[in-house]
């Protein structure tokens, strides 16, 4: 990092009300240097905002919303998400209570560490595995049920499907 860098911090999304806030906030603080609104960004466009960023952060109430998590993890990016949506995340995430501001500021602080950095990417790898794993089973088990329908489809006289 170079002497008086300062990170940019870029926000992406829909609007759910409370940008004109935030807004209004970030020059009377200082921070139009620092801060970016740019709203909703299509979805061709995330990759080049992720393949920059040094971290995906999601503080969101709502949820599941597992694209940007997905996202972060396949191009090797660590997570700062939402603490109750722990069980999607797993280990592969720093979580933060939304709602606590201390925490958010200590999570970004800490995504400026490498080695953390690091280790979060590769319990991302490995989150996306288990992931792909549950999806092959579960479309194994979609398989076998439309199967077993259709045997039992014949049985009932209706002959095979089409």
Not at 37 to 60: H, K, N, Q
Not at 136 to 162: T, V
């Amino acid at each position: 990092q170079q002497e008086g860098w300062r990170p940019t911090m870029v926000f992406t999304g829909g609007d759910m009300g409370n940008r004109k806030t935030v807004a209004r906030f970030i020059p009377r603080n200082g921070r139009a240097e620092q801060v970016k609104i740019l709203g909703f960004v299509p979805a061709e466009d995330m990759r080049g905002l992720y393949s920059c960023c040094r971290a995906v952060v999601m503080p969101t109430y709502f949820g599941p919303t597992n694209l940007p998590p997905l996202e972060a993890w396949m191009i090797d990016r660590p997570l700062i998400y939402s603490s109750h949506l722990r069980e999607q995340a797993g280990d592969a995430a720093i979580l933060i209570d939304p709602d606590d501001v201390d925490e958010l500021a200590a999570a970004l602080k800490a995504s400026m560490d490498d080695r953390l950095c690091a280790d979060l990417v590769e319990k991302g790898r490995r989150r996306l595995q288990e992931i792909e794993v549950q999806r092959d089973m579960a479309e194994a088990d979609l398989l076998s049920r439309l199967l077993q329908f259709e045997k039992r489809s014949r049985c009932w006289g209706r002959g095979q499907m089409e």
